[in-house]
């Protein structure tokens, strides 16, 4: 089945910071599915689980600081109230990846917060950059040996624009790691590198049908702009036109 389409709110964080209730209702209007939660912007859980639900949105995943150390709780009891149940780490900084030892002690994190999620009953991802797949040890990128260190279980969401900055296509890397890819984020431009602003998706560079038809075990495709040239809002909308149109993504409707 066509994987359903979401938004990640991180995309919408200038309109967030002004008036979120007006975002979610406006992603809501969209036809989008469901969000990928990036920070409440001060709204609290069951306030932001009843706006949600009047949108008709779902909570397909949440960006999370690591859950360890002292983070642990606070995160893992945030996401809990939410009801969410797929966490993603965003962000690993590229030094971390500049040696093999440094890249194990990512991966003794990423098991560890992979641990502590699963003890709650969720699920938890890495998200790269394109740093993970320029960075290169024994020829094998540091994408690639992070993931032989984890834990099957530990999944991954595939940022397809910043894989391809890094240097690999994006439906290959999709097709060698199989079932293990369950969210792809779906964001458009040049890719020329990380400074060139982003576009609405299929206005750029990437071939969606290809990366989308590789990922044939993937539960969402998310939306996520860092930076567009044009307004943001008018990108989201027209990316979601554009992959619901096409039949590569699925809406709420």
């Not at 309109?15 to 209702?25: H, Q, S, T, Y």
Request: hydrophobic fraction near 45%; charged fraction near 25%; proline fraction near 5%.
């Amino acid at each position: 089945m066509t994987p359903p389409i979401a938004v990640q709110l991180y995309t919408l964080r200038a309109e967030a910071a002004r008036d979120f209730a007006g975002v979610i209702e406006r992603v809501g209007r969209a036809g989008f599915a469901g969000v990928e939660l990036a920070g409440l912007h001060g709204m609290a859980p069951a306030e932001l689980k009843r706006r949600l639900a009047d949108a008709g949105l779902a909570i397909a995943s949440a960006h999370v600081p690591a859950p360890i150390g002292d983070a642990r709780e606070r995160v893992l009891d945030e996401q809990e109230a939410l009801g969410v149940k797929t966490l993603v780490v965003p962000f690993v900084p590229p030094d971390r990846f500049k040696t093999l030892d440094s890249i194990r002690v990512v991966a003794d994190e990423i098991a560890e917060s992979h641990q502590n999620a699963r003890a709650r009953g969720m699920a938890l991802g890495y998200h790269n950059h394109w740093w993970e797949f320029e960075t290169a040890h024994d020829g094998k990128c540091a994408h690639e040996i992070l993931m032989g260190q984890l834990d099957p279980d530990v999944f991954v969401e595939l940022d397809t624009y910043w894989t391809r900055v890094g240097g690999r296509d994006p439906a290959e890397v999709i097709a060698e790691l199989g079932a293990r890819v369950r969210l792809l984020h779906l964001k458009d431009g040049p890719a020329d590198g990380f400074k060139s602003p982003m576009t609405a998706v299929g206005s750029g560079t990437l071939d969606f049908p290809a990366i989308t038809a590789a990922g044939r075990d993937v539960h969402w495709h998310i939306v996520e702009l860092d930076a567009c040239a044009t307004d943001m809002f008018e990108a989201v909308e027209k990316s979601y036109r554009y992959l619901t149109g096409r039949g590569l993504s699925r809406g709420r409707a």
